[in-house]
């Protein structure tokens, strides 16, 4: 990576999308900088494919604007179109073509000259690691094979921002994971990424960024780490004691420190004001009032928790 100053391949401001009296999406301001892997997480209903399909040029906004590599999506909308791959959540497929047919059709609508089409799909395939189904009806193809054509299609025209409508939904593991290598692999070649999905441990990997939307509404944008840090909201530590488990409770709800406190049988669950406490004040709290501390640890918030916490219940 170069020190050089990232520069935005993606900026909306104040992006708004009503429906009605509903703001599926509600003044969003985000940035995506070129060669950005970007994350763009949210629950059902947050409004990811709202805003992704906004940035395709397909959904007009109801206030504010995005622009993509200078180009405003809504009065340079023909300009957009060629510089972006656009990868739905549902695509239609073509059960009855033939893999290549399939892409040659979409190189065509792309007006890319037939003698050069043929290596263009070839180029794609290899991408994708489809070379060996050249010649398969789509309908045979697994899933993850199809969301992989899928991927091959908004390639056809070598865009240089790639919208992928979580592309890795409905795959196993092992999809997943080739899906991801070829996202990579994109990165890799240049390209500006958005990925949406609605599993934060799953971009966890990959991204270099992430945005997190709930309700329209960003809550989150930055890198991954961040996530965890400004989103758990104290340090957790577990500790198990021999003696008896409600009186080391009371002891532990007696801290200032303390927020929270759940026992289950002699696990005690213990949550923190702060990151910077040193726990050290709930050992020494534990043994001074005569409980018998067998077992302390500092309990890493995983990201999926984090996330889980920070959306619950706001799903619209
Ligand atoms: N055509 C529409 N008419 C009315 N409401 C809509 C329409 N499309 C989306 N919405 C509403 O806008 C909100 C955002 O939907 P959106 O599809 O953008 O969410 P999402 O984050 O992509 O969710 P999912 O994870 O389920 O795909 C939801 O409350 C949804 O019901
Ligand atoms: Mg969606």
């Known amino acids: 990576m170069s020190d050089a100053p ?6 909306t401001t104040g992006l708004t999308r009503m429906y009605g009296s509903l703001a599926a999406l ?5 940035t995506v900088n070129k060669g950005d892997l970007f994350g763009f997480i949210g629950s059902n209903g947050a409004g990811k494919t709202t805003t992704l399909r906004i940035l395709a040029t397909f959904l007009a906004p109801s206030a504010g604007r995005a622009v993509i590599l200078g180009h405003d999506v809504v009065k340079d909308a023909d ?17 009855d073509m033939e893999v290549t047919e399939y892409l040659d059709f979409f190189g065509a609508c792309y007006r890319i000259p037939s003698a050069q089409r043929e290596k263009t799909v070839s180029d794609v395939l290899e991408l994708v ?16 094979m199809q969301q992989r054509l899928g991927l091959a299609r908004v390639l056809i025209h070598d865009p240089q921002l790639l919208l992928l409508d979580e592309p890795a939904s409905g795959l196993d593991p092992r999809a997943r994971i080739e899906m991801m290598e070829i996202l990579r692999e994109l990165q890799r070649l240049g390209k500006t990424i958005i990925i949406s999905s609605h599993i934060l441990s799953e971009l966890e990997s ?3 960024r992430v945005a997190i939307i ?22 957790v530590v577990w500790v198990r004691v021999a003696s ?19 026992a289950l049988d002699h696990k005690i669950k213990i949550t923190l004001t702060s990151h910077d406490i040193d726990h050290s004040i709930i050992a020494d709290a534990l043994v001074h009032g005569g409980a018998k501390l067998t077992e302390l640890r500092e309990d890493e918030i995983g990201l999926e928790e984090v996330f889980l916490r920070v959306t619950r219940g706001e799903t619209q």
Do not use: W
Not at 79 to 95: E, S
Not at 226 to 233: A, H, I, K, L, T
């Open 6 to 11: 990232p520069i935005p391949a993606v900026q």
């Open 214 to 235: 709930e309700k329209g509404k960003l809550i989150y944008a930055g890198p991954v780490q961040g996530v965890r840090d400004q989103m758990s909201s104290g340090r």
């Open 26 to 30: 509600s003044g969003l301001d985000l």
């Open 129 to 144: 690691g489809l070379s060996e189904k050249k010649g398969s009806l789509i309908g045979a193809l697994s899933r993850g």
């Open 79 to 95: 300009a957009v179109r060629h510089i972006i791959g656009y990868m739905p959540d549902f695509f239609g497929v073509y059960k």
């Open 244 to 262: 008896d488990t409600e009186a080391a409770v009371a002891l532990l709800k007696a801290l200032a420190v303390v927020t929270e406190v759940t």
């Open 206 to 208: 990959i991204c270099n």
